[in-house]
């Protein structure tokens, strides 16, 4: 009597496939050698499994699930009553299997010894890797019906016989690219077979084939329980085998010549037929030069801005600077940012918060180049050589970082510049705001002092009125805007009149006047501004300052981390509802003792010199996108004017529109300019740079960066794509003003890109050719 193993609990519930193998391990160590499984959809069933004395095991299955008879021995039977899902007979070991049904996917894969017996159709891939031991007898896999697409693919060994039964209307009953790498073994098909793999022959029987179906055919009906279809199968004249070709075999190709297949495959004749035109007479190589190249290189210096120069409001562009540094050209290297501002050394070295570094691609290998310390050679450098005089007067309004920036360009372009300033000093908020210890004077008065040497008249203490700035106009043949914002913002909370305008009180510490504050300061508005209040407040006295925002502080971290050095504290989100005498009360019901409140949450331009109908909705001058005013040619507004933003991006108006109104003076069109693309960082080659150990570094001379910086976007004259060239086509060309350019020469040139890859630059690119 078989052994039952049931795939069930004794609550009609499934158990695991790990359940049912143990309870045939535990029936087989008990001695029982047949089994009768009522699976459902349990893995693995009849292999590999063997007895101490040898004697043969047998199954009978029902519902197996994939791997049926996997890994299975010899001396072992398995019969499935029905179908079986993949994989079964998987790397058959010398196990009978017999199928009652159909085989799923992959039915005898890697099969390398037994039987294998199926009474319908195999799916796809089946017999695929079958193999052959010489030690042992071959594995046999017999198919009553057809198999799937790719089957006995890359076929080592073995026999396969598909009988075809019932399969008449089968354009193939090896599926589709049957045999496909197949290198051993034999099968024998009966019925037609239609695109097989080039790596096999279809031939006749001969006499020792017909033997073999002949003996083992009435053994397969047998297992199958299909005897009556032992004389149809065993009439020969529908049967042919397959076996594979031999290495010398594979090796005689047919193909045609590359002409033949342009005529008879690509074009003419083709499925590109009534596409294409050809003429028949060249055919490009593998590797080509001149037009026939699939890409083309390009020198592209300066095709992209520097990450540096893009991210600087100014547009500085270190990396020209460094280059000149690189050659030795320090005094012109030192000039070159004068070119863009008059404060590299005050803005640049000390209070910018250098956005430049934060872009920098030279921080993915250590450090940033050191822009500050860059910023500060240029201190003492001589102004650049102005232009020959045009006759042309310009007033500036405003002494400002942009005023002044706007003023020492003009002059520079030969044109004749006035500057009105309010205040008794120029320098604007660098001058009134900002305090000694992160501005020293003496370093924004050596660069003021440069300002007028060079021929800049400067009228201080002239406030501009409505009427004055008429005649002003008049006067002139185009004006400049640059009064900043100078207007405290103030929130209209109950006991704002106790309010310190944070502007008002910075201009009276710079001024010498030392305001008296309270021990303890509270300041509203954590931006930068508000960090230099803070940093005021300690100056006069006060023993604890809080910072307060609605928002995360816009200040920079350093500015952040200086404050809270001091002892101060930044509180956020706080949401002010009132101040009285005792302190600050917020929404959610905190409460911030404090004898003095200040507030430093911007300002606003005081523009009332010029004509209401000027200005925007939000009282900022109304500009075009060169810095016009758009309702009176020849006036431009920059800075604060028109938008609250950084110092630098004071300076950068500046220079942009002394260049605006240069053209607009020479009777040229204002055309607004475009900011270049910065360079993608995939351009450059980061990895041809040694970074250095980040926690030794300190910048001991800044004219030693000149080895660090990358140069992103704008060629370093390092030669290395002339020197890695194979075809030897790249040239460098001197020019007569001492310039150069290196070129491609298309005759040479195979598109190869290895001079866009070796470029620690970025600046040979490829073009795909259309």
């Known amino acids: 009597m078989p052994a039952q193993i049931i795939g069930f609990d004794d609550n009609n519930k499934r158990i695991s496939t ?22 459902s959809g349990h893995h693995n069933i009849g292999g590999p499994l063997w007895t101490e004395t040898g004697a043969p095991l047998r199954f009978r299955v029902k519902n197996p699930g994939q791997r049926v008879g ?8 398995i019969i499935v009553e029905g179908s079986a899902p993949a994989d079964a007979g998987w790397l058959n070991a010398g196990a009978t299997l017999v199928i009652k049904g159909d085989g799923g996917d992959t039915t005898a894969h890697c099969a390398a010894a037994g039987k294998i017996y199926v009474a319908g159709r195999v799916g796809t891939r089946s017999g695929s890797l079958m193999k052959h031991d010489p030690a042992y007898e071959p594995p046999e896999f017999w198919i009553l019906k057809n198999t799937g697409s790719f089957s006995f693919e890359f076929m080592g060994g ?7 039964v019932g399969c008449d209307g089968l354009d193939s009953i090896l599926g589709d690219r049957g045999c496909a790498g197949m290198v051993g073994g034999t099968i024998y098909v009966r019925g037609p077979v239609q695109g097989l793999s080039e790596d096999v022959w279809l031939l006749d029987l001969d006499e020792a084939d017909r033997l073999f179906l002949q003996e083992g055919m009435p053994v397969f009906l047998d297992k199958i329980e299909r005897p009556h279809l032992l004389g149809e199968l065993t009439d020969f004249s529908r049967w042919r085998k397959i076996v594979a070709k031999t290495m010398r075999e594979r090796q005689v190709h047919s193909r045609p010549t590359m002409r033949e297949f342009r005529l008879n495959k690509w074009v003419e004749g083709g499925i590109f037929g009534e596409l294409v035109r050809d003429d028949y007479n060249a055919v490009a190589g593998l590797v080509n030069a001149g037009d026939d190249r699939l890409k083309v290189p390009h020198w592209q210096d300066k095709r992209y801005a520097a990450p540096c120069e893009s991210a600087c409001p100014s547009a500085i562009p270190t990396q020209d600077r460094i280059n000149l540094l690189r050659q030795g050209k320090v005094k ?17 070295g000390e209070v910018c918060p250098n956005l430049c570094m934060d872009a920098c691609t030279r921080q993915f290998l250590d450090h940033p180049v050191a822009m500050k310390e860059l910023g500060r050679l240029s201190l003492e450098a001589g102004s650049p050589q102005p232009k020959a005089a045009t006759g042309k007067k310009v007033a500036v309004i405003g002494g400002g970082p942009g005023g002044l920036s706007a003023a020492w360009q003009l002059q520079l372009m030969g044109h004749k510049v006035t500057v009105y300033e309010a205040d008794d000093e120029v320098g604007g908020k660098l001058t009134q705001v900002i305090p000694d210890e992160r501005l020293p004077r003496q370093i924004l008065h050596t660069e003021i002092d440069r300002i007028k040497e060079l ?9 501009v009125t409505a009427r004055e700035f008429s005649t002003i106009r008049e006067a002139n043949h185009a004006v400049v805007i640059a009064s900043g914002a100078h207007n405290p913002v103030v929130i209209p909370f109950q006991g ?30 954590a931006g930068n501004a508000g960090m230099d209040v803070c940093l005021g407040a300690y100056a006069m006295g006060a023993k604890k300052v809080t910072a307060i925002d609605v928002q995360r502080p816009a200040a920079f971290q350093k500015e952040i981390d200086h404050h809270k050095a001091l002892g101060g504290e930044v509180i956020w989100p706080f949401f002010t509802e009132k101040i009285d005498e005792k302190g600050v009360h917020g929404k959610d019901g905190r409460f911030i003792e404090a004898d003095t409140v200040i507030i430093s949450i911007g300002e606003r331009p005081d523009l009332s010199y010029v004509p209401r109908e000027w200005l925007t909705d939000r009282g900022m001058m109304d500009v075009d996108g060169c810095w016009q005013s758009a309702h009176a040619p020849g006036v431009f507004a920059i800075g604060d004017a028109i938008a609250p933003g950084l110092l630098t991006h004071a300076i950068g108006h500046g220079r942009e529109a002394a260049e605006y109104i240069d053209t607009f003076l020479s009777g040229g069109e204002l055309v607004a300019k475009k900011k270049l693309e910065m360079i993608p960082q995939k351009c450059l080659s980061k990895e041809l740079f040694r970074p250095k150990n980040r926690g030794r570094f300190c910048v001991t001379d800044a004219k030693d960066e000149a080895n660090r910086c990358l140069s992103c976007g704008t060629c370093r004259d390092c030669s290395m794509c002339l020197e890695a060239c194979p075809e030897g086509a790249i040239r460098r060309i001197e020019k007569a003003n001492g310039a150069y350019e290196y070129v491609s020469d298309d005759h040479l040139c195979i598109g190869c890109g290895i001079c866009a890859g070796i470029c620690p630059c970025g600046v040979w690119g490829m073009e795909q050719v259309v």
């Open 18 to 39: 790990q359940q049912l193998l143990q309870k045939i391990y535990a029936a087989l160590e008990a001695g029982e050698t047949e089994f009768e499984v009522l699976s």
């Open 70 to 77: 996997s890994f299975a021995l010899d001396g072992t039977e």
């Open 158 to 164: 073995g026999i396969g016989v598909v009988c075809g």
């Open 332 to 348: 012109e290297a030192l000039e070159l940012v004068l070119k863009y501002s008059p404060f590299p050394g005050s803005v640049c």
């Open 455 to 463: 021929g800049v008249r400067i009228e201080a203490g002239h406030k």
């Open 496 to 525: 704002h009149e106790r309010l310190v305008k944070g502007l008002d009180f910075l201009k009276e510490v710079n001024a010498g006047k030392n305001p008296k504050v309270g021990e303890r300061v509270v300041v509203i508005g």
